[in-house]
């Protein structure tokens, strides 16, 4: 059993996949192919905003929204300490201080509450200017986005939602990567939608932001003299082969997957509801799921269970081990930092189990079968 199956979808699609391919092949415009420009304008319409800017990764589609807005050295980055380090790495790339935000331990997603908290203490201490919010979808749910925009509002900061792992969810049909000023998304091939290596896009309602981003993933070049360089930026495109992977791709999310992956969720909720905690969906909302994440009662019998998947061929990864607080990187900023208790809990006893829209149905039984069988039940 495969953790997340790309094997068969790429049987299921491989027809259009490798014609897509061939196509770039035999017209070699490698960089800047008319499918980079046939994706951005298909992704910004399904998001529902005015423009998509693809770029080489989803960590370059936190960064260059961040040196677009001048952040820096003396600016305050709130961002959730449960997350992947890219959320965190981008604000310590521009030099900016990452104050790092306990969770909502129902959802797993960052806390409106402790944001608003610790914006008021990076205020109160008076070093730091509070700039930017970068709420993260984890696991494909949704942030709170309407309570953190409003928060955002309160005390005229940015908001820079991480939709790594959210694209293709919504809340009450707003769909992820159109929230705040600006949207990330990843195209790492395990995420919701992913191409055959690294890729990213932005998404933004803002035209002026849009431009700055597309002379910036070109080191800065001109819109009108591509040898002018009228700002400083990386080399950040996406290549036009993985545009040509990911319009298939996205087609199969949207006629199906989303919904195929959804019904896994169901199935899984339905029969491991009262033995574990189940990932907890709010209502209005819809995940992507990008991960199906348990919570087991304590890190012995997350261990434990974990063991005894591995011992039956079932594949499961802790996503995470350890919050952000507990970085190496983030050593120097360990002091003050506060206290995380939601992170700690769901460090110690997560589990997230093979998912995805072309897990069977013998594979999904096997996965809840042996989780039941594990606890006794
Ligand atoms: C994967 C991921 C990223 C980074 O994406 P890459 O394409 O791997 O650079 C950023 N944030 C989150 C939450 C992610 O899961």
């Keep these: 059993m495969q953790f997340r199956d790309l094997a068969t979808q790429y049987n299921v699609l491989k027809e259009e996949i490798d014609r897509n391919i061939q196509s770039v092949l035999n017209n070699h415009a490698f960089i800047n192919g008319k499918e980079v420009k046939q994706l951005e304008t298909e992704l910004a319409q399904y ?5 998509c800017v693809a770029c080489a990764s989803g960590t370059d589609a936190l960064i260059l929204p961040l040196m677009a807005w001048g952040i820096g050295a003396g600016d305050a980055v709130f961002a959730p300490d449960f997350t992947y380090f890219a959320s965190i790495n981008c604000a310590m790339l521009r030099g900016a201080t990452p104050i790092l935000v306990d969770i909502d331990k129902r959802t797993f997603n960052m ?10 203490a990076v205020i109160a201490e008076g070093k730091l200017v509070p700039k930017v919010i970068i709420p993260v979808d984890l696991f494909g749910l949704p942030a709170e986005h309407d309570s953190i925009q409003k928060i955002a509002d309160k005390y005229n900061m940015k908001v820079l939602e991480d939709g790594a792992q959210g694209f293709g969810g919504n809340i009450n049909g707003i769909r992820a990567c159109s929230f705040g000023d600006a949207a990330s998304t990843s195209f790492f091939p395990a995420k919701p939608l992913g191409c055959y290596g ?3 896009a932005i998404f933004t309602n803002n035209d002026e932001l849009a431009v700055a981003l597309r002379s910036m ?9 591509k040898y002018d360089n009228i700002t400083i930026g990386l080399n950040s495109r996406l290549d036009t082969l993985q545009a040509a992977i990911l319009l298939p ?3 199969a999310l949207v006629e199906h997957e989303l919904n195929d992956v959804n019904e896994v969720a169901k199935r899984y909720t339905k029969a491991l509801n009262g033995y574990v905690k189940t990932p907890c969906i709010p209502s209005g909302y819809s995940s992507s799921w990008a991960q199906y994440t348990i919570l087991l009662k304590d890190k012995t019998e997350r261990d434990g269970l974990q063991q005894y998947l591995k011992s039956k061929g079932i594949p499961s990864m802790i996503y995470y081990p350890r919050g952000m607080h507990q970085q190496s990187a983030l050593k120097t900023l360990r002091s003050g930092m506060g206290e995380f208790p939601n992170t ?3 460090v110690a006893s997560c589990l997230s189990l093979p998912m995805g829209p072309y897990l069977n149905i013998t594979e999904q039984d096997d996965v809840v079968n042996s989780v039941l069988t594990f606890l006794g039940a």
């Design 47 to 51: 998001v529902g905003v005015k423009h």
């Design 111 to 120: 806390s409106p509450a402790a944001l608003d908290k610790a914006i008021e």
């Design 198 to 200: 690294d890729g990213g």
């Design 217 to 225: 993933r070109m080191q800065g070049s001109s819109p009108q003299d």
């Design 249 to 251: 791709k996205l087609h």
């Design 344 to 346: 700690q809990n769901a």
